[in-house]
């Protein structure tokens, strides 16, 4: 099937691995031009010689997502390098750890630097070059529905994220851009490494017994894979959505409880 994709210009934030990493990959497969992005240069060239293997319209620009001048640059040299900007999807690594009374006034702002201002500024830029039918997705977590024991600063700050884009998808019907977003539940990646070994230290745990416990309150039984989040991204990027704006899809294995 046809999906609408090849040949449009795509740029992915913190892709040198992960989710991010496994969106750039499908982009590719479906024959768009795509630019990642990472702060870590060494993952960063890792992972765009491994994609020029799957197509050679893959370029790269190291960036710091705490930094808005530099994010503000990813969307103007990148669509430079590119030709233009059909589609940005953003997503970006997690915030450390921790409760209320541990973190500290540089945590909190770190985290609203990386979390928050990071998409505003991607999205605004984005919004000035993309012309009717492109499409900004941002990839978010299940904390905007149910928040994560110890993950306040992504309890807390990711919620801005919701009133992002239903703001922007408003504002930026009239341009024909289509703004959604993804909520990734529980998913394979390094980042999820590092929570289970903080939560196994933090409450005198084995690993595997803080696996388990994740695992046993996903319906579908099992952790999500990056290309399963990937997916669902790649529907909203195609010509399969064209009505579909200001929403957010949980890719969580059925684990919010919620209804709404």
Known sequence: MDLGIKGKKVIVTASSSGIGYATAKRFLEEGAEVLISSHDEN??????????GISKSVYYMKIDLTKPEEVSSLISEGSSMLGGL???????????????????NEDWINGFNLL??????????????MKKGGRIILSTSTTLREP????????????????LIKSASRELASKGILVNGVMPGWTLTKR????????????????????????????????ANPEEVANVIIFLASSLSTYVTGTLIPVDGGNIKGIF
Request: positive net charge.
């Open 86 to 104: 059909d589609i940005l999807v953003y997503v970006t690594g997690s915030p450390k750890p921790g409760n209320l009374l541990e973190l500290t």
């Open 116 to 129: 928050l201002m990071s998409a505003v500024v991607a999205v605004r830029e984005s919004a000035k070059i």
């Open 192 to 223: 999820l490494d590092q929570l289970i070994k903080d939560r196994s230290k933090r409450e005198n745990r084995t690993e595997d017994s803080v696996l388990k416990d994740l695992v046993k309150d996903i319906p579908l039984g099992r952790l």
């Open 148 to 163: 994560i024991d110890n993950l306040d600063l992504s309890n807390v700050i990711r919620l801005s994220l919701a009133g």
């Open 43 to 52: 993952k960063l060239l890792n992972a765009y010689n491994t994609l020029k």
